[in-house]
C-alpha cells in the first residue's frame, strides 16, 4: 500500500496510524491470544506502518506521523490492561521516531478520552464518564481530527502526545 500510495500521488506527506482492538477483560481473564492481538494491531502495526512511510518521507525531505494514543496510556481503567499496555507503547514510540527521524519526519500523538464509548456502556457509565471531565461532555469524532489537522500543520511540535480528554487527565 506504502508504494501503491508513492506511485499514485508521487510522495507521501502524512500517516495516520489509527487501530487498536476494545474488549473489555479483566486482567486475570485476559489470554495470551487477545495480549497478542491487542499488542500486534496497536503497537506492532504502528511501529511497522511507520517504518514503511519513513524512507519516503525522509527521500522527500518532510513527513509527519500521526499516532493515535489514548488516555488509557495514564490512567487505570478497569478491564483494559492490553489496551492501556498497548497505547503506552504508542506513546513510547512516538517519541522515538520523533527522535531518530527528525528534523525530516516529525512524529506526534493525540490522546483521545471519552469520545467513542464501547457500546456496552450503560447509562451511568456514560454519566461517570462525562462528570470525569471538566466540560462535561462526550468528545466527538471532531474534536480529535481538528487536533489532528492542527498537528499536521504546526512544524514545531514532535515527539509529544496532545490530549484531546475534555481535561479529564488533570481534573482528579
Not at 13 to 40: C, H, K, Y
Not at 104 to 112: F, G, H, S, Y
Not at 127 to 134: F, G, S
Amino acid at each position: 500500500w506504502v508504494e501503491a500510495t508513492a506511485g499514485e500521488f508521487g510522495h507521501i506527506d502524512v500517516l495516520i496510524n489509527n487501530a487498536s482492538p476494545w474488549m473489555g477483560r479483566p486482567f486475570l481473564e485476559l489470554t495470551e491470544a487477545e495480549w497478542d492481538q491487542s499488542i500486534g494491531v496497536t503497537v506492532k502495526a504502528v511501529f511497522f506502518c511507520s517504518q514503511a512511510v519513513a524512507p519516503y518521507m525522509l527521500a522527500q525531505g518532510r513527513g509527519v506521523i500521526v499516532n493515535v494514543a489514548d488516555l488509557s496510556a495514564y490512567e487505570v481503567w478497569p478491564g483494559q490492561a492490553h489496551h492501556a499496555v498497548a497505547k503506552a507503547g504508542v506513546v513510547q514510540l512516538t517519541r522515538y521516531i520523533g527522535a531518530e527521524l527528525g528534523p525530516a519526519v516529525r512524529c506526534v500523538a493525540v490522546a483521545p478520552g471519552p469520545v467513542l464509548l464501547p457500546p456496552d456502556f450503560t447509562p451511568a457509565q456514560t454519566e461517570e464518564a462525562i462528570e470525569r471531565t471538566l466540560v462535561k461532555r462526550l468528545g466527538s469524532p471532531g474534536d480529535v481530527s481538528r487536533l489532528i489537522v492542527f498537528l499536521i500543520e504546526q512544524d514545531f511540535l514532535s515527539g509529544h502526545v496532545y490530549f484531546v480528554d475534555g481535561g479529564q487527565l488533570f481534573s482528579h
